[in-house]
């Protein structure tokens, strides 16, 4: 008999499908169930390693032993020809071949699910240690309570996010899931979290009645509940309660400590003034003209209120880097009243993070706008030390991004909004910011991809619409463009850069007519605004009209306005194009210096930001006035001061282009030209007519290839204006 025959006769096979099937099931089960139960790791190793090694004895003992319906019996001692035992062998040998087919199969489909797909995420062990506060659920009969009840899971995590090793899901990521029918297990798992808080929160008049209860994400069991019915002035006594009772049952079950949990909420304990906050927080939330303005107004009337709610001021700081940013606020002023209220949070709290960062920040601008050009690198390791000390802090991260903007570093930018969206991964805020940064390094998909999901966390963004219209513009997607900037109008109606950046570019492109519809919302909003004085200038260049044009470039300069969006910088720019082609540059150069003693002086150690543009501007007037070894030391000038700050000018094509044309380097300049720039769409060079008109272009602009270039744009010009001009047409005609 063979050696196959035999081992099948005495039922080794059997016995060996047999124990696979039992020891790979077992192994499953208690490797799964014993870290539940608090088993330590070595526990499961150990039934891994007694089962491996017991196969062998098991295969021995089946080559020795067989089953009959009498029991066990060494092998000799059986009679194989004993027509109950063949029955009896033959059924487990059939129960054996069954049960090693499926084992085949479980482990075909066990593995499928974790090597089929190289690119799964591999999943990351859950600290029991860990808590989201889901937003608790608006009961009243009033939907503009829901800012009270928003409000109150704000202070609830602030508070938990106080006691030592307990993990707690970030704010913005937690109001992701609201309003959505998301069960709390797939919640927990998105959040990196074990346990979920919720509740309800209805409030009648003066009274509030809040339900909360602590949920353990694995199996639905609710850890803790409690119910509360109370007068409003007692709503700092309840977050105080619920926080104690959700912390302590952390403490005891998860944390192995319990007792008092130490936790502080809002360092107020008015009711009014915690109410304005909150109305407050709930408007700056998308950062719009109308959401910012109203949350200062809510902010100051809490502080009337409570003169000493430190959260307010911190807010209001905030409120303030929002507005400057957003043209709500000149940079002197805002830089003065962020330094005041953020001096008035550091001397009760010297450690926030927030107040130093914002000081820092409005320090540093005071510095820079009046020429001190090492502002912005003395900020930077200052505020990364504070975000390495506060790495929480999104605001932090956000001014430091903006730091390293300022000294073209975006690389570092990305990687501070990368390790943030990691700690915080449904921020719409966070998205927002890696669009815009990715915007600034050209990356487009990036940018497109990282605005879109903002957008699709939080909808009511007008900003991150701006930015997509840029993007759009990229491709000479004008009308793209146009949508994405009447997309941002509809939700934020008080805003009047939008309708002022929209108007300039459908002047710029020729469209008259249907800019002046967007100029007419500027003047409403914001007559003397920065905007509306760059509109009125494009305006009158767009129907021809010269006299206006200066005129309009006179009054910007008069009346000495900030630098924004171009409108300083571009009427001087006008003044002094016009004045070559009108002959009296010197006149006119020192009508403006009249004005702005100091602006032409490009050797001066302090220079104002909008003083330097505008020396940079000049060179189309300097370059037929000035003797041409002037004219180049004035642009070494230049190129140093801005590499003294971290800014590498060569970067930007059509800066390179003017400068290599500028040194007569005029086959680098027209290589750069036509490989650089006229590989752009025109979309984004609607001004190109005026550039080229200059003297320093003549030699360039006679080159055929340039011509052709040329004309290249004048047609795709004309395409764009048409698309555009039927885009509004059809928006006309449906409304």
Do not use: C
């Amino acid at each position: 008999m063979s050696l196959f025959a035999e081992l099948r006769r005495r039922g080794v096979f059997r016995v060996a499908a047999a124990y696979l099937v039992v020891g790979w099931l077992l192994t499953e089960v208690l490797t799964t169930i014993l870290p539940t139960l608090g088993a330590p790791d070595w526990v499961a190793r150990a039934v891994i390693l007694i089962f491996a090694f017991g196969f062998i004895p098991a295969i021995i003992f089946s080559w020795f032993y067989e089953v009959t319906p009498d029991g066990i019996k060494r092998d000799h001692e059986v009679d194989h020809d004993d027509r109950a035992s063949a029955k009896t062998g033959k059924k487990l040998e059939q129960v054996a071949i069954v049960a090693a087919v499926l084992l085949i199969i479980l482990v075909g489909l066990f593995s499928a699910r974790f090597v089929s797909d190289d690119t799964a995420p591999v999943e990351v062990a859950v600290s029991n240690a860990s808590v989201a506060v889901l937003p608790f659920i608006n009961m009243s009969n009033d939907t503009d309570n829901e800012y009270f009840s928003d409000g109150l899971t704000e202070t609830l995590l602030h508070m938990l996010s106080q006691i030592p090793d307990l993990k707690v899901a970030a704010r913005t990521s937690s109001f992701a899931f609201k309003g959505k029918r998301v069960d709390i297990s797939e919640i927990a798992r998105a959040l990196g979290v074990a346990h979920v808080l919720e509740g309800s929160v209805q409030r009648v008049d003066d009274r509030v009645r809040i339900t909360a209860q602590l949920i353990r994400a694995s199996d639905g069991y609710h850890v803790w509940s409690d119910n509360y019915d109370r007068e409003l002035n007692d709503i700092f006594g309840i977050q105080d309660e619920i926080a104690e009772k959700v912390g302590f049952a952390l403490s005891v079950t998860l944390l192995g400590e319990g007792g008092n949990t130490g936790v502080a909420g809002v360092q107020t304990t008015n009711p009014d003034a915690y109410d304005l906050y909150l109305q407050a927080r709930r408007e700056r939330v998308t950062y719009s003209y109308g959401g910012l303005q109203a949350a200062e107004d809510l902010l100051k009337g809490a502080l009337v209120i409570d003169p000493g709610f430190v959260e307010a001021k911190t807010e209001l700081a905030t409120s303030y880097i929002h507005q400057l940013e957003t043209g709500l606020m000149e940079q002197d002023d805002a830089f003065r009243k962020i330094t005041a209220i953020t001096d008035q949070v550091l001397v009760v709290e010297p450690d926030n993070a927030i107040a130093r960062a914002a000081s820092l920040f409005a320090r540093t601008g005071t510095r820079a706008i009046h020429g001190d050009i090492d502002a912005t690198a003395d900020l930077v390791p200052q505020l990364e030390a504070i975000v390495a000390e506060a790495p929480d802090e999104l605001q932090v991260r956000i001014l430091l991004v903006r730091a390293y903007q300022a000294q073209q570093q975006g690389e570092k930018s990305i990687q501070v909004l990368t390790d943030a969206l990691q700690r915080d991964p449904f921020n719409p805020a966070i998205y927002y910011e890696l669009g815009t940064a990715n915007v600034r390094l050209e990356r487009w998909e990036e940018a497109r991809a990282a605005l879109q999901k903002s957008l699709e966390i939080e909808p009511a963004q007008p900003n991150a619409h701006v930015y997509l219209a840029q993007v759009s513009l990229q491709s000479g997607d004008g009308v793209g463009y146009a949508s994405q900037f009447m997309k941002s109008l509809s939700i934020d109606p008080k805003d009047h850069e939008l309708p002022g950046v929209l108007a300039a570019f459908l002047y710029q492109l020729g469209l008259v007519e249907i800019g002046d519809e967007f100029r007419t919302r500027v003047q409403v909003l914001a007559p003397t605004s920065e905007v509306a004085y760059r509109i009125e200038l494009l305006r009158a260049m767009a129907v021809g009209d010269r006299e206006a044009s200066i005129a309009s470039a006179r009054r910007a300069v008069r009346d000495d306005i900030p630098e924004r969006r171009f409108s300083y910088g571009g009427a001087v720019q006008h003044l002094l194009r016009s004045a070559v082609r009108d002959g009296n540059v010197d006149e006119v150069s020192a009508w403006i210096e009249e004005r702005a003693p100091g602006i032409f002086d490009i050797d001066a150690d302090l220079v104002q930001p909008k003083y330097r543009l505008a020396q940079g501007v000049a060179f189309d007037a300097w370059y037929i006035t000035l003797p041409r070894e002037e004219v180049l030391r004035r642009l070494d000038v230049l190129i140093d001061s801005a590499a003294s700050v971290g800014f590498d000018v060569f970067q930007n094509p059509a800066t390179r282009f003017s400068i290599l044309t500028m040194r007569g380097e005029t086959e680098k300049a027209i290589d750069v030209a036509l490989n650089e720039i006229f590989t752009d769409s025109v979309a984004l060079n609607l001004g190109w007519r005026e550039t080229i008109a200059q003297t320093q272009y003549k030699d360039i602009v006679a080159d055929p290839r340039i011509q052709a270039a040329l004309k290249r744009w004048e047609d795709e010009e004309a395409a764009l204006r048409g698309q555009v001009q039927a885009y509004f047409a059809d928006l006309r005609a449906a409304n």
